[in-house]
């Protein structure tokens, strides 16, 4: 028995040395990854600069990539995603914000235990049954009610991609108002409060920063989407806000570059890597924006 003690310590006390450095390589890797991507990213994109103006690129309101007179405006791509980015959070935030103070502060433990795996299943979907589900359902349905909607526009993915973003905004809002303590709740009810003032004066202003960060969060996500623009949204390179045209998002025109015969070392494989590194500043600065949300407003109790 002394032995086999003496066995046991000796393998515990060499995981113990051994599961830090495997730990260390495992971050090492992560970091390495990051950056090689950033690299590959910039170098590509510095490529692409050098034979496209960096102010026709970005104040350019034609994208024909094509051809010998080939322009390369990317505020097509970027209206798009804009609006189809918006128009999911509009559907995202009030229904996901809902939902969390639904769970959070009025439904049972046996209605939390339902509700919250249907939603996970709703996170779980993939996003190209998404992208199907606004092509040849949403997009008919809508166009019941706008029949001047195009078989491929940026309103049904928009709305189909904020169906998507509900789970998101809403488990991460209510575990923002789930963090904050039941005495502030009692404290206010003994004070006379209805349930419906102390959930909006009292538990949402204390989350506050937890449910702003899971808005700039589903952003980010609704920027980052490819497979739903990709099907339902058209690839239209047309600068408009009339959300009932097809139109392009960035993330579709990568799509479309990596599956064509674009040449390697051409304009055209190189505008792959500028719209990808405008795409990655874009998501990068809406995550920095949600972290300095978290510090800026977080409530610790």
Known sequence: MIEKNKRSVSTASVLEGLM??????????????????????LTETIAFFREVSFVE??????????????????????TATIISSAIAMLVAIPIGL???????????????????????ILAGIPTIVYGFFAFTFVTPLLTKLIP??????ILS??????????????????????SVPNAMREGALGLGSTKFEVTWKVVVPAAISGIVASFVLGISRAIGETMIVTIASG???VFTFDITQS?????AYIVEVTGGDAPAGSTLYYSLYAVAMTLFVFTLVMN?????ISRKFREEY
């Open 235 to 237: 690839s239209n390179k």
């Open 148 to 153: 001047t909607l195009e078989p491929t526009n």
């Open 247 to 251: 139109m392009q998002t960035m993330t």
């Open 98 to 120: 809902m939902t969390a103070v639904y769970l959070s502060e009025y439904a049972s433990e046996r209605v939390r235990k339902l509700l919250k795996p249907m939603l996970e």
């Open 288 to 292: 920095l924006i949600a972290q300095y």
């Open 157 to 178: 993915p928009g709305i189909v991609m904020g169906i998507m973003i509900i789970p998101m905004v809403a488990s991460l809002s209510e575990d923002a108002m789930s």
């Open 57 to 78: 690129f970005f104040t350019g309101t034609v994208l024909k990539p094509l051809g010998e007179s080939a322009q390369f405006g990317v505020l097509p791509l970027l």
């Open 20 to 41: 830090p450095k495997i730990l260390l390589t495992i971050a090492i890797i992560s970091i390495l990854t990051t950056i090689g991507i950033v690299l590959t990213l």
